[in-house]
């Protein structure tokens, strides 16, 4: 039972130095990226793993990678999104996956109304403006307004809830959509993506990332969101079609669109960039040092629980805990 005490824990990516900091002082980790052979490394130790630290969704953990491990046995992940994670092949074979939801909200929900406000009232574009010497020439010209607007918000979760609770407070109506309606919520549903973009002005985009969701958001969603509608993504880029954005942006047939995800991060279009009606953001959602603490400290909550036989905190759903190590 030696190994039930401090099992050795791996991680597989360099990400946020805080996370493997406060692992290394609860458990032995080893950093495979500092490995000067990777491949060889895990030969060597991977048949003895059974813990795994992921480190931010660059790195995939999927299948291929689970079965170089055969004793894992958890897969402690920083962050609430993790499809960067093959959980349902997880759950299969007994392994445990970790997340980290609910420290993150009502920082994430912050930068989401900031984003609304920003690419509404155009505030980057004001200051820019300022900087470049141009009030002394003319006032900055009139913006679009959050008064009286409608905002619809795809994936009303955890953050999607703490973003509707802030943007009833400025004002807005809230509805909302996914994939069934929520009997305890005062706001309302719409079971197609399409007829809410029809309804609303400012598309909140809160749902996960993964296959289930990709490009999700199109052409034909922009096309309803229509002339006066603004997109707004805090999620992750991969819900959105880039190129149908960046043409619907171009070419008027949505006002504006505020993004803090993108596609291939940290890569972002050219043509996205160069456009004047849209504000982008480096993916900084959670980005504060409290609330990336409280997310790194999860990580290692749920490692020590496990290490010591017990369930692990805040499991994903498709990997619920079944009892010591998960088989
Ligand atoms: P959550 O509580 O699981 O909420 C997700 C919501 O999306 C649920 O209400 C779910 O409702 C809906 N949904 C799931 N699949 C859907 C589908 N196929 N179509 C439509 N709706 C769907 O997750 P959360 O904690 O709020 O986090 C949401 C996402 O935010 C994360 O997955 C992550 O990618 C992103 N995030 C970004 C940042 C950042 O820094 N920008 C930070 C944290 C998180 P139904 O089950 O009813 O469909």
């Not at 009139?142 to 994936?155: C, D, K």
């Not at 197609?192 to 400012?202: F, P, Q, V």
């Not at 096309?223 to 603004?230: E, I, R, S």
């Not at 017990?310 to 759903?317: F, Y």
């Amino acid at each position: 039972m030696e190994g039930l005490k401090r099992p050795d824990v791996m991680m597989p990516s360099r990400g946020m130095g805080v996370v493997d900091d406060l692992i290394a002082e609860r458990l032995p980790l080893h950093r495979l990226w500092l490995e000067a052979d990777p491949d060889a490394w895990l030969a060597n130790w991977g048949s003895r793993l059974r813990a795994l630290a992921s480190n931010g969704h660059q790195f995939p953990i999927d299948a291929g990678f689970m079965r170089r491990l055969p004793q894992l046995e958890i897969v402690a992940s920083f962050g609430v999104g993790y499809e960067h994670i093959d959980a349902e092949w997880a759950g299969e074979h007994g392994v445990v996956v970790t997340h980290t939801p609910g420290v993150l909200d009502d920082e994430v929900a912050d930068i989401a109304m900031a984003l609304t406000i920003m690419t509404v009232r155009r505030l980057p574009q004001a200051e820019r403006f300022l900087r470049a010497g141009e009030w002394a020439k003319s006032s900055f010209p009139l913006t679009a307004s959050l008064r009286g607007r409608i905002m619809g918000i795809l994936g009303l979760g955890r953050i999607g809830k703490a973003i509707a609770r802030r943007a009833e407070r400025f004002g807005l109506e809230i509805v909302y959509h996914g994939r069934r309606a929520q009997p305890d919520v005062p706001y309302r549903f719409y079971p197609s993506l399409t007829e809410m973009a029809k309804a609303c002005d400012i598309l909140m985009i809160a749902a996960p990332g993964g296959p289930e969701t990709r490009r999700l958001v199109g052409a034909e969603v922009l096309g309803a969101l229509g002339p006066d509608g603004v997109l707004i993504n805090i999620a992750r880029g991969t819900l959105v079609d880039e190129q149908a954005l960046i043409e619907a942006l171009r070419t008027g047939t949505i006002l504006a669109a505020g993004f803090d995800v993108y596609e291939n991060e940290p890569n972002v279009p050219a043509e996205l960039i160069a456009l004047d009606n849209a504000v982008l953001l480096p993916h900084v959602g959670s980005a504060s040092v409290k609330t990336r603490r409280a997310m790194a400290e999860c990580v290692v909550d749920n490692l020590v629980a496990w290490s010591k036989g017990k369930p692990p905190l805040t499991p994903v759903p498709e990997t619920p805990w079944r009892g010591v190590w998960g088989r």
